[in-house]
């Protein structure tokens, strides 16, 4: 099939609906650059949603001298946290000292650093708990008698990438999903890329000024494939993995452990009713689609936390698994672990008189730092397309996050009043993925029966629709593992149903209560 006819020139065409690539996305648009991004799968697909879901310094980078990627951390956890409070919320972290490992004074050095570095003014600071008095050091081995307790921030990862496309859309950038840069060529000042839509087969030729690599794992691969380079060689891809099982605790406070191979592993409330435990660190080779927590991983993160808490955990007791694959800029670094988790980018053309259509390529990163990253691409792009809007992310709410930063309990107790007769956990649960866009799905709505059918947990086919016309939301996966991480709580019937409504959705044969209650 012949490409579809090109539209003008965009100012950015920017490969990759991760992070990296939604976050410059956002930015760039808000300037009045027009945006168009592609995206082979759907956004958050690949390392963005595979996270520890962390906004954090990274306290063990400090043990690698890394002091100015934590310092810049640092002070982007409460700016995001007060840009998007429905999707990111403080955290307690727990530090249990174990003899042998790192002496008392070098965490308590750390921490000190760790509180001071970053302009912490709404995180509680660091403080020294009694464990056998403390009720963290209730499902704790009884050898373990003192602890640190610091703070840090939780995310949604894959919902925060979601939010920022959407901001993009808002500004104006196109947002395409399901769709693959199968070629890109350059013509003098310009870039030619031929796109495809992965459902349809559908091809169409784009054109822009600068282009962004911004494709994660895929980096090398599209320099090599579309750009026709050869085996080009910029990142290290290191896999991390992570267990669920069933709660381990009752309090809201998060662990991490020291284990004896230099490595840290966290233990986290996850989805109220489960332990999230992880990650690994190990070099990795193939397709990062296919990417699959081993067996030796699950194993060595249930034996890492096994030395901490009382209860055992088994392989049985693993209720789910997840692996990512970080596509770290190769460093040299002789472990994985201690790989660079900076980020590097690298402009080919454009300045000095070259007549080359420019290319920006994205190495590293992390999501603690994805606003200051896009922040610095944007810095090199009008280094060759010239200036337009001036930064603008530092003070700019994510959809849904216009509240008060420690506001989220009193949006949800606005949201009771408003809807008495609606499950207040459903309320909870929209507010805490939605904020404020919770009253975009609510609007009409009365009762539970408004809401259409249910999928599952409580899962409706009016939260879906929103997220089908808003989201970018195609298939069962995109909801329940993307959107949302409700396939804890969804059995594979209940899945199945939703996808075939969800294809009738897009097929239009199917009337639904819609994002705006039509």
Same mark, same amino acid.
């Given at each position: ?10 100012? @950015? ?5 991760? &992070?990296?690539?939604?976050? &410059? ?27 520890? *879901? ?8 400090? /043990? ?37 490992? =790192? ?9 000190? @650093? ?10 509680? +600071? ?21 602890? !640190? ?9 894959? =919902? ?49 000024? @600068? ?12 320099? /090599? ?38 490595? &840290? ?8 009713? !489960?332990? @999230?435990?992880?990650?690994?660190? #190990?070099? !990795? ?12 991983? &699950?194993?060595?993160? +249930? ?25 770290? !800029? ?48 944007? /810095? ?56 404020? $866009? ?34 970018? $939301? ?8 993307? =959107?949302? *991480? ?20 897009? #097929? ?11």
């Amino acid at each position: 099939m012949s490409p579809q006819p090109q539209t003008p020139p965009y100012d @950015l065409l920017i490969v990759g609906g991760g &992070i990296n690539g939604c976050g &410059i996305a956002r930015d760039a648009a808000g300037r009045g650059y027009s945006v168009c991004l592609a995206e082979m799968n759907d956004l958050a697909s690949g390392t963005s949603s595979w996270s520890t *879901k962390l906004i954090h310094g990274g306290l063990r980078y400090l /043990e690698y001298y890394e002091f100015r990627l934590v310092r810049e951390a640092l002070s982007e956890r409460e700016l995001l946290w007060s840009n998007a409070p429905h999707i990111i919320r403080p955290l307690r972290f727990v530090l249990p000292h174990q003899k042998g490992l =790192r002496p008392r004074w070098l965490l308590r050095l750390g921490l000190f @650093l760790y509180d001071h570095l970053g302009g912490r003014k709404l995180l509680p +600071a660091t403080k020294t708990l009694d464990l056998r008095r403390d009720a963290a050091g209730q499902p704790l081995k009884p050898g373990f008698t003192t602890a !640190f307790e610091y703070s840090d921030c939780w995310v949604d990862d894959a =919902r925060l990438v979601v939010l920022n496309a959407r901001d993009a859309a808002d500004r104006g950038a196109q947002i395409n999903t399901r769709t693959r840069v199968i070629s890109a060529r350059r013509a003098g000042w310009l870039w030619h890329a031929v796109l495809r839509d992965e459902e349809t087969g559908e091809t169409r030729e784009v054109s822009a000024r @600068l282009m962004v690599n911004a494709a994660g794992p895929w980096v090398d691969h599209l320099l /090599e494939s579309a750009l026709e380079r050869k085996a080009p060689h910029n990142v290290r891809l290191v896999q991390g993995s992570h267990i669920v099982v069933n709660k381990l605790f009752d309090h809201d406070r998060a662990y991490i452990f020291q284990n004896a191979d230099g490595r &840290i592993v966290f233990a986290i409330p996850y989805e109220h009713d !489960f332990t @999230l435990i992880g990650t690994t660190d #190990r070099d !990795f080779t193939g397709d990062p689609a296919k990417v699959a927590a081993s067996e030796e991983e &699950i194993l060595y993160l +249930a034996e890492a936390a096994s030395e901490y808490f009382n209860q055992p955990i088994t392989r049985e007791d693993v209720v789910w698994t997840y692996s990512g694959v970080r596509p770290l !800029f190769d460093d040299g670094a002789s472990k994985a672990q201690e790989a660079t988790r900076d980020y590097v980018l690298k402009l080919e053309g454009g300045p000095d008189g070259d007549k080359d259509a420019p290319l920006i390529n994205i190495f590293g990163g992390k999501i603690t730092t994805y606003r200051r990253l896009a922040q610095s691409a944007l /810095e090199e792009v009008e280094t060759v397309l010239g200036a337009s809007g001036p930064a603008w992310t530092r003070d700019a709410v994510l959809p849904g996050g216009d509240f008060p930063t420690t506001g989220f309990d009193a949006l949800v107790e606005e949201f009771r009043r408003d809807w008495p007769q609606l499950d207040p956990a459903l309320l909870t649960r929209l507010a805490r993925h939605y904020g404020t $866009a919770t009253r975009v799905i609510l609007d009409g709505v009365v009762t539970m029966d408004d809401l259409g059918p249910l999928f599952g947990a409580d899962l409706s086919a009016r939260e879906v629709g929103y997220l089908m016309d808003r989201e970018w $939301a195609r298939t069962a996966e995109d909801v329940l593992w993307r =959107r949302s *991480k409700l396939g804890l709580r969804v059995t594979a019937e209940e899945a199945a149903a939703l996808d075939r409504w969800m294809q009738a959705r897009t #097929r239009g044969s199917l009337h639904s209560p819609g994002a705006q209650g039509s």
